[in-house]
């Protein structure tokens, strides 16, 4: 099956001053790479989930998809046709199958309109006028388990669990063949979350959509993605399917992100894997294996050589970033040397 969103070597970056103060500073590149060369594919009815800390450019990558961020490379493919450098109105055809439900459930509905006026907003913006907007407000209040007297509602008036079906409701509106869910448990209790969790799952398997989630849940990832996706600075570090990384991860820092979820059972003996100093600004990116000045598990070269893409023996779907990764027949891991001083490097 032919990939539905098919995004190669994306590269996304926002300047840090303005052109006067950058030539009045002598700076000559005023800017940070938010991300960097990202490629993935997503095919119909499928779910990826990109995973990583905050600020690793997740959602940037979302909010480049949907035409609310530009690129300055790469190209973003969307059923077989280049959307990237399409104006806004020639990408309007193909928004209109793209929906996204941003990270605040609350804050991403306006204060101003009713739940039935923003549920019946994605009709007037792509002025689809032969829509009963009662009947549609009505049907998209029942597909998420709402009561049809909500749609006189504020969203203010609205539990945060309420506030998150209707941005499903919304984003659902014009049927879209791809949903980008920005952190879709965020905020909810644990109970409200599993509904959410389950209404999408649902609804996927009803309408068939495909789903990029952005979270930093793996219990939702395990849930519900197919694959998935590690960001650490704007890149993937390692991609493959869930259940694969999930059993063998072959990047250290998928590694210690994995260790560091948590464990329903009490009696679970945990194997917690603490990552040593702080993220890296991405003004001043280190060298090599970005990764190297928190890796425990660092050589020499890894601070001097940038690690390309390699892919597993037994599964080419599976890649990762890592000069030394971990697999079954390397050296055990708590036997690795440790490198305690780091060189940095210039950008991406």
Not at 161 to 173: D, E, K, N, S
Not at 214 to 223: F, P
Not at 257 to 282: F, T
């Amino acid at each position: 099956m032919s990939a539905l969103l098919r995004v190669e070597d994306l590269r996304v970056r926002f300047r840090t001053m303005g052109p006067l103060k950058a030539l009045s500073t002598g700076t000559k590149a005023p800017f940070i790479d938010a991300v960097c060369g990202v490629s993935f594919d997503i095919r119909k009815g499928e779910t990826l989930a990109l995973v990583g800390e905050s600020g690793s450019g997740k959602s940037t990558i979302a909010r480049t998809i949907i035409g609310l961020q530009r690129s300055v490379s790469g190209s973003i493919n969307f059923d077989g046709h280049e959307i990237e450098e399409l104006s806004g109105a020639e990408r309007k055809p193909y928004l209109r199958r793209m929906a996204m439900m941003f990270q605040d459930p609350i804050g991403s509905l306006s204060p101003r309109m009713t739940v039935r006026s923003l549920l019946t907003e994605p009709f007037r913006i792509h002025g689809l006028k032969d829509h009963d907007a009662g009947s549609e407000v009505e049907r998209l209040l029942r597909m998420v388990g709402l009561p049809a007297d909500i749609a006189r509602r504020y969203p203010h008036q609205l539990s945060g669990g309420q506030a998150r079906r209707v941005g499903v409701a919304r984003a659902l509106a014009l049927k879209p063949d791809l949903i980008i869910a920005d952190e879709p448990t965020a905020g909810l209790d644990v109970s409200v979350q599993g509904e959410v969790l389950n209404l999408l799952a649902r609804l996927q398997d009803e309408f068939g959509m495909a789903i990029l989630i952005i979270t930093h849940n793996l219990n939702v990832v395990r849930h519900m993605a197919d694959s998935m996706a590690i960001m650490y600075l704007g890149r993937f570090v390692e991609v493959g399917s869930t259940e694969r990384i999930f059993e063998h991860p072959s990047h250290p820092y998928t590694e210690a992100l994995l260790a560091a979820n948590p464990e329903a059972d009490p009696d679970a003996v945990l194997n917690r894997i603490e990552l040593k100093g702080e993220v890296p600004s991405l003004m001043r990116r280190p060298s090599g294996c970005e990764f190297h000045t928190r890796c425990r598990y660092v050589q020499d070269i890894c601070s001097r050589v940038f690690p390309e893409p390699s892919t597993s023996p037994d599964d080419t779907e599976h890649s990762f970033r890592c000069l030394f990764p971990i697999t079954v027949e390397t050296v055990p891991l708590e036997k690795r040397p440790i490198k305690k001083e780091f060189e940095r490097g210039p950008q991406c």
